[in-house]
């Protein structure tokens, strides 16, 4: 099992800065990628960006140049710097981890935090 706790969410203007955390625990070692996705209500939830336990990394083109995904594996946290933050941006954002064991997939998700951005 792996836990997924996201903080940093909250109320920005346009143009604006925040940082989102996830800090893992429990099955830890096994956690190959991590990811933020987002989600409105109603819709389906999106792909933001995704890390490996390599530091390669995945981003949605709406977001490509504005936000920036990293992890600190001694932390066992990954974090999501966005920039330039726009209206459209406003979204429930979710951590996501997943790892492979005998060829079974085991997906996690956080709680949620919210982004609303403001114009």
């Known amino acids: 099992q792996v836990q997924l706790v996201e903080s940093g969410g909250g109320l920005v203007q346009a143009g604006g800065s925040l940082r989102l955390s996830c800090a893992a625990s429990?099955?830890?070692?096994?956690?190959?990628?991590m990811g933020w996705y987002r989600e409105a209500p109603g819709k389906q939830r999106e792909l933001v960006a995704t890390?490996?336990?390599?530091?390669?990394?995945q981003y949605a083109d709406s977001v490509l140049g504005r936000f920036t995904i990293s992890r600190d594996n001694a932390k066992n946290t990954v974090y999501l710097q966005m920039n330039s933050l726009k209206t459209e941006d406003t979204f429930a954002y979710y951590c996501?981890?997943?790892?492979?064991?005998?060829?079974?997939?085991?997906?996690?998700w956080g709680q949620g935090t919210q982004v609303t951005v403001s114009s």
């Open positions: 996501n981890a997943y790892y492979y064991r005998n060829s079974m997939k085991y997906v996690y």
């Open positions: 429990g099955r830890i070692f096994s956690i190959s990628t």
């Open positions: 890390i490996t336990n390599s530091g390669s990394t």
